[in-house]
């Protein structure tokens, strides 16, 4: 039996935010061992090129230095030894995403690609990782969380863990500190919540509430076959979001105020945002981590790897991740419609949604999506937001054609039992066929438009074949993200076409709408407002000083560019209705809502 490569970690220096990394294996290539880090993360489609945090790296076997030379970027190889062979590597750790690998002297974390080297052509081998604890008086409290086994380590402790292969080793996020751990069972499926952060939440509450949710997504498409354990690791600073997926566990960024209050009955904003993230990361147990892209099976993380598909994976899970908090009784049906008109309201604001296609946004994420600049706003749409419209539309469009004899539950069921056990993949046409297997329709057209055009979605047309109608109007400013109905009064009339950032009192036009008010004045991204009309200019007034103006009305904007002061001639437009609410419709036909309870219910 081939012994496991073993691996240890150990922060060496936290306070300059260094782990040691040792890697032996036991039988090296005879030709010269090659050692490799990924350059990106699953999950999350950019090269990140995670050996340039690489500080210092050597190899030895029986004690004497190995020759290393690096090949590439990212690989390295060691001169051919016939004895054990440990490569050694100190490894800077600054990232405090969940993309990354972040020390300090308050915790640490690490995701797998960050700190783990391949052992090239050996990725198939067993793995054993030592998950050291920093030297006194660092850590002295210390626990660990992560959803590797066990192999000797204690239960949320320092110690021996294993991983089947490499590619598993690198699935396991790992988070090292003073922790506030929750444990429940879901479906009879233990799981666990481990918070890093000062917090003082109602963790009885959120234990009941993930037990709920995780029950429902269980119950939807099944337990796949290998989930007998499942760990949420949350960070909760003061503000921040993110997410991301992995096979047993997920690594979550909320805000801590966020997470639910002792005595708290109900579910605020905040506290809807972070099931919503919850729940998205746990839809992908099932779509993406087990069932993925033909392209995906097996990942080459040495380079990008296009697939049109991304929509589907990230669109539908960011349907169905809303739509769980309605089916599982944690919010109610108009909070649900709340948010759907919150990413209606996204998508109409963005105008690159009229010059990229999902199925473009899904191949060039590695260059557009995850690459955002100030003009990306004009250029490209969000495979997220405008994905969950087409899967809602899509479901709608079964439903109403059918006479619910058919729905997108039915084809995601349909998707599971063909891919979420294949080695094979999903194939670029593989959900487009499985949607019309299913429901019989002829779906080309739709898709040529809604997937792979640019046209505006018939989402108002569905949403009326179940009982519910779509309102618009203008935003009332830039913190307004639609969802709900507003004063009328409260509404401009103008609008600037831009959106605002700034710090230390400054008001900054970050990004510039194609063919508003701003873009024809000839404001640039990065144009540090003065005053329009003669009078400063504010983050704090310019809310007032828009309801004020009428459309024609002509206006001096003073900015800074750089250095220079400009005088720029506004002529205000029309503010654009791209703010969208739901309500329920109050006559409609038994048969409508019928279909509308189906759909809402599953």
Request: charged share 25%; net charge negative.
């Amino acid at each position: 039996m081939t012994e496991p490569h073993h691996y240890s970690i150990k922060p060496i220096q936290p306070a300059a935010h260094l782990f040691e990394v040792r890697l032996t294996v036991a039988a090296p290539d005879a030709s010269g061992q090659r050692f490799r880090m990924p350059a990106w993360i699953p999950g999350s489609y950019m090269i990140r090129d995670y050996a340039r945090n690489v500080v210092s790296i050597r190899a030895e076997s029986d004690g004497l230095d190995v020759p290393l030379e690096k090949l590439d970027k990212s690989t390295w190889r060691a001169e051919p030894v016939d004895r054990p062979l440990t490569l050694v590597a100190e490894i800077y750790a600054y990232d405090d995403s969940v993309r990354g690998a972040h020390l300090d002297t308050t915790h640490a974390y690490f995701n797998g690609p960050c700190v783990f080297f391949a052992v090239v052509d050996q990725e198939d081998a067993d793995c054993t990782v030592d998950i050291e604890a920093p030297d006194k008086p660092v850590g002295q409290d210390w626990r660990v969380a992560t959803s590797m086994r066990r192999d000797g380590a204690e239960a949320y402790g320092f110690g021996r863990y294993r991983a089947a292969d490499y590619a598993e080793l690198i699935d396991h996020p790992v988070e090292i500190g003073e922790l506030t751990i929750g444990e429940f069972e879901a479906s009879g499926i233990p799981h666990a919540i481990a918070i890093r952060g000062r917090v003082n939440c109602d963790m009885a509450r959120l234990c009941h509430d993930l037990e709920t949710l995780c029950e429902q997504h269980l119950g939807f498409l099944g337990p796949p076959e290998d989930l007998d354990r499942y760990l949420f690791l949350l960070n909760a600073p003061g503000r921040g979001y993110g997410g991301l997926e992995h096979r047993w566990s997920s690594s979550l960024v909320c805000a801590r105020d966020a997470l639910p209050r002792k005595g708290q009955q109900d579910v605020d904003d905040g506290y809807r945002v972070l099931l919503g993230l919850v729940s998205h990361e746990y839809f992908h147990l099932w779509n993406v981590k087990r069932m993925k892209p033909a392209v995906f099976s097996p990942y080459d993380l040495s380079s990008e790897t296009h697939t049109q598909l991304l929509w589907v994976f990230e669109g539908i899970t960011s349907y169905y991740d809303d739509l769980a908090l309605l089916r599982s009784g944690l919010i109610t049906e108009a909070s649900y419609l709340e948010l759907v008109g919150k990413v209606v309201t996204r998508v109409l604001r963005s105008p690159g949604r009229l010059q990229q296609s999902v199925a473009a946004s899904s191949f060039d994420a590695w260059t557009k999506f995850y690459k955002k600049d100030a003009n990306s706003i004009n250029a490209i749409i969000s495979y997220y937001a405008k994905g969950a419209l087409i899967a809602l539309t899509l479901d709608l469009k079964i439903r109403a054609e059918t006479d619910n004899a058919a729905s997108l539950d039915d084809v995601m069921h349909e998707c599971w039992r063909r891919y979420g056990t294949s080695s094979e993949g999903m194939s670029e046409d593989g959900f487009e066929s499985a949607c019309k297997e299913v429901s019989g329709l002829d779906l080309e057209d739709f898709f040529d438009a809604a997937v792979r055009g640019t046209g505006e979605l018939p989402l108002e047309a569905m949403l009326r074949t179940h009982g519910v109608e779509t309102n618009l109007r203008a935003a009332v400013d830039g913190r307004d993200a639609g969802g709900k109905k507003r004063k009328a009064d409260d509404i401009p009339k103008v609008w600037l076409g831009v959106t605002l950032g700034g710090a230390d009192g400054k008001l900054v036009f970050d990004q510039v709408l194609s063919g508003g008010t701003a873009e024809k004045a000839g404001v640039a991204p990065g144009d540090v407002a003065v005053a329009l009309d003669g009078l400063a200019l504010t983050s704090a007034n310019i809310g007032k000083r828009l309801r004020a103006c009428r459309v024609n009305d002509r206006m001096d904007l003073v900015v800074f560019r750089g250095d220079e002061l400009l005088t720029l001639k506004l002529r205000f437009q029309a503010a654009p209705e791209d703010t969208c609410w739901l309500t329920i419709s109050d006559d409609v036909s038994m048969d409508v809502e019928t279909r509308r309870a189906a759909w809402l219910a599953g």
